[in-house]
Nanobody, 122 residues
Framework: AVRMVESGGGSVQAGGSLRLSCAAS?????MAWFRQAPGKEGEGVAH????????YYIDSMQGRFTISRDNAKNTIYLQMNSLKQADPAIYYC??????????????????WGQGNQVTVSS
C-alpha cells in the first residue's frame, strides 16, 4: 500500500495563492489532485505522470493551477494562483500504481490523502 500525506491549504483572500503538497510513501505511476466542495460532486483538478512529468488539467484550472512533482521526495505539489470564490473545497491528492493512461476520475486512483481544506474569502 502507498500512504499519502498532504500538507498546505488554509485560508486566503480572493486573488491570492496557496500551495498544497502530497508525499507518497512508495512508487506511483500517476498522481493527481481532486477537490470536493460542499453540496457538489467531487471533481478532478489535475494529474501528473510521475515518471515522464506529463500533466493534464481540467479546463477551469488551466493557467491558474500548476501541478508539479519532486521525484526525489516522492512528492507532488499544487500551486494555486488567482484563487476565486468558486475554488473553496477539500482538496485530496490521489495516486495510482497502474501503468496505464486513464481519465482523471476517482475510480482510477487507489490511494488517497487525508484531504486539506482550502478557503477563499472575499
Amino acid at each position: 500500500a502507498v500512504r499519502m500525506v498532504e500538507s498546505g491549504g488554509g485560508s486566503v483572500q480572493a486573488g491570492g495563492s496557496l500551495r498544497l503538497s502530497c508525499a507518497a510513501s512508495g512508487y506511483t505511476f500517476r498522481m493527481a489532485w481532486f477537490r470536493q466542495a460542499p453540496g457538489k460532486e467531487g471533481e478532478g483538478v489535475a494529474h501528473i505522470y510521475t515518471g515522464a512529468g506529463n500533466t493534464y488539467y481540467i479546463d477551469s484550472m488551466q493557467g491558474r493551477f500548476t501541478i508539479s512533482r519532486d521525484n526525489a521526495k516522492n512528492t507532488i505539489y499544487l500551486q494555486m494562483n488567482s484563487l476565486k470564490q468558486a475554488d473553496p473545497a477539500i482538496y485530496y491528492c490521489a495516486a495510482s500504481t497502474v501503468r496505464q493512461a486513464t481519465p482523471l476520475l476517482t475510480e482510477f486512483f487507489r490511494y488517497w490523502g487525508q484531504g486539506n481544506q482550502v478557503t477563499v474569502s472575499s
